[in-house]
């Protein structure tokens, strides 16, 4: 026998020849009854479907209780031997001959979740085995119709139990179907919950899902929350249905080429100047159907405003004159642009990949490790002047500057460096010192003539009365003295780049050396008053020379670029174990932007000022290089207009 679950169940339930209900095992409600069940009980269906079995049943309570128990505890059938029970029948009493049964239902798992409850007896009214006695002519009738009446009960028993069996499978079957379709609802539920919770968390997004009528499915993503947007207004409706008409109609066609299957994105870009990418995505059902459609909206505005700087920085690397190099915190290169194949030979192909190792010569190696340490720790390397090696191997000067690359979160990720080929630079700056060197060396020996010529010409000059001659003796001493410390200085720079500059330390007093600098000044340049503000002796181990002709230099140029008459301030105090000179004047002052290169080689400041003062620009970069190879400082303080302070410290020890 083939049976249907669902609607031939119920039938089969509604036409059995016995009594039949089934309870909730959690409640005893009453959820399903039939009409037999109904007659035995002389209640109407109101009075029991939906109601509590004991409050219908209440004569069984005290009898069957314990059994329905142990029923829904052990999951095993129990059966009552038929006997006579006082039921409220049709509102009044009555005894009744039946039995019962109660067996479970169970799930998949094997719990109890409800309890059949089967009348397999005679279900016979006391009342009714009266009437039929007194209609009977003797016992022997009323036997045969017992007899009778059981036959005809055994045979509903024999029915009952095939229907019981039948009834036992479609309930498995059914529970099992049950279970499947909780599970799969269950699985629904999740499988919505995840996307919800995917696409809430995708940033810069919406995500929406629309069924073939374009109505609003799902709709998630941060976007809606910046913009305002309450998903409720939207799940479950058309865009039409939320004053979304005019864009709805222009977007349809959209929307048609993905409910015909063809996936495709495409960028908006709005008046507001926001880019977006809308990406269109078809599902499909097991036979190729198109049953609803996906649309994510991207903002890429960040994306494009970081293309176009992107492509504006590999516009001005590709086209820089300088070797422009990304590598790893690795030292492994990663870029390379056309002046770096241009100046070390090597094509990109070639390069990358490969570590910066391969530039840097044999006797420099040391270099890289010494870099990458101050690099890591965020710093930068400007203007680093050292050797590299080319393809062909060729020597070269560069000049590097080295920066860190970092993320976001200020994380260093990589490197990037900067070489400048100043090969050539080096070369003239070579030539030019050689020049210097040679000139300067060829006119110190007719000037040493022509010193010696004036001081034998002022001698004799001394007992001669023509004033004349006296005082054009005297401007040529001073020419010859000017033009000699021109010379010494340009040797002097020759020597300290040629690396033959030798600094000789020894104990001495800088006060006295003040002293005797600010005499010897007051003889050549007597236009200015000198005042020396420090006081007592203080001793340092420096190069007496070299210090002097710093102090020189500062004095003579506080004086140079000061207004006749005008006092200049020498002053000297030891700080711990530093000593601290400076030298203040009240003349025109240096402008800002001149006071970071004032002590550059051959600089001079542009101001008008200043073009009326003689010099070549390299009295202060020799003072400052030999500060330097003190370990001191030396440093400017300038207000325009108001005077200058030139100060500079070393080392007492």
Not at 303 to 318: D, G, H, N, R, T
Not at 460 to 473: F, G, I
Not at 476 to 483: E, L
Request: glycine share 6%.
């Amino acid at each position: 026998m083939q049976i249907t679950p669902g609607k031939d169940l119920s039938q089969i339930l509604l036409t059995a020849p016995i009594g039949f209900c089934i309870l909730d095992a959690a409640t005893l409600v009453c959820e399903t009854v039939n009409d037999k069940f109904l007659a035995f009980a002389g209640k109407p269906y109101d009075a029991v479907a939906g109601r509590f079995y004991w409050d219908w049943f209440p004569e069984l309570q005290p009898w069957h209780e314990a059994a329905l128990h142990n029923v829904i505890a052990t999951g095993n059938t129990h059966n009552t031997l038929e006997t006579g029970i006082k039921l409220i029948r049709h509102g009044e009493e009555e005894m009744v001959f039946t039995s019962f049964v109660y067996s479970p239902v169970k799930n998949s798992r094997g719990k109890v979740t409800k309890v059949a409850v089967w009348l397999p007896g005679n279900n016979i009214p006391v009342r009714a085995l009266q009437k039929a006695g007194e209609h009977a002519q003797d016992v022997h009738a009323m036997a045969k119709q017992m007899a009778a009446v059981n036959l005809e009960l055994s045979a509903a028993n024999n029915e009952l139990a095939a229907t019981i069996e039948e009834l036992a499978a479609i309930n498995e079957e059914l529970a099992s179907t049950n279970d499947d379709l909780t599970q799969t609802r269950d699985d629904l539920e999740r499988s919505q919950n995840l996307f919800r919770s995917i696409a809430g968390n995708i940033p810069n997004t919406v995500i929406v899902v629309v069924d073939r009528d374009h109505r609003y499915l799902v709709v998630e993503g941060d976007l809606m929350d910046k913009m305002g947007y309450d998903r409720k207004d939207y799940e479950g409706k058309h865009p039409t249905e939320i004053g979304q008409t005019e864009r709805y109609l222009a977007s349809k066609h959209l929307y048609d080429r993905m409910m015909a299957g063809e996936k495709f994105s495409v960028e908006r870009t709005p008046p507001s100047g926001e880019h977006y990418l809308e990406h269109f995505v078809p599902f499909e059902n097991e036979h190729g159907q198109v049953y609803a459609g996906l649309i994510m909206l991207i903002d890429i505005t960040e994306i494009k405003l970081a293309e176009e700087k992107s492509a504006k920085l590999a516009a001005i690397v590709q086209s820089s004159d300088d070797a422009i190099i990304s590598k790893t915190l690795e030292s492994v290169i990663t870029s390379w642009n056309d002046s770096a194949k241009r100046i070390f030979g090597y094509t990109a192909d070639e390069i990358i990949g490969e570590t910066i190792y391969k530039l840097i010569p044999p006797d420099r190696q040391d270099e890289e490790p010494a870099i990458l340490r101050r690099l890591k720790k965020g710093e930068r390397v400007d203007h680093f002047e050292t050797k590299r090696i080319t393809k062909d191997g060729r020597l070269i000067d560069v000049s590097l500057t080295i920066s860190p690359v970092k993320d976001k979160q200020g994380n260093i990720i990589g490197l990037s460096k900067i070489a400048r080929d100043i090969t050539e630079r080096k070369l003239d700056e070579a030539r030019k010192n050689d020049f210097i060197g040679m000139a300067s060396h060829e006119l110190k020996t007719p000037l040493t003539s022509l010193n010696a010529i004036v001081q034998v010409t002022q001698a004799r000059l001394k007992n001669n009365d023509d004033k004349y001659l006296s005082v054009a003796m005297e401007k040529a001493d001073i020419q010859v003295k000017r033009m000699t410390r021109m010379i010494n200085g340009f040797l002097n720079v020759s020597t300290l780049e040629a690396g033959k500059i030798r600094i000789e330390k020894q104990p001495f007093d800088m006060a006295q050396l003040i002293s005797e600098i600010m005499d010897e000044t007051r003889i050549t340049l007597s236009s200015h008053p000198l005042s020396l503000l420090g006081t007592g002796p203080a001793i340092v181990n420096a190069d007496r020379d070299k210090i002097s002709s710093v102090l020189s230099n500062l004095i003579g140029n506080a004086i140079k670029y000061s207004p006749k008459g005008s006092l200049v301030e020498i002053d000297y105090k030891v700080q711990g174990k530093v000593i601290l000179v400076s030298v203040t004047d009240r003349g025109i002052g240096v402008p800002a932007q001149d006071l970071v290169k004032i002590f550059e080689r051959y600089y001079r400041v542009e101001a008008s000022e200043m073009r009326l003062v003689s010099g070549f620009g390299i009295g202060l970069y020799l003072s400052a290089e030999i500060v330097k190879r003190h370990q001191g400082k030396i440093w400017a303080e300038s207000t325009n207009g108001e005077g200058s302070v030139f100060s500079f410290s070393l080392p007492v020890g």
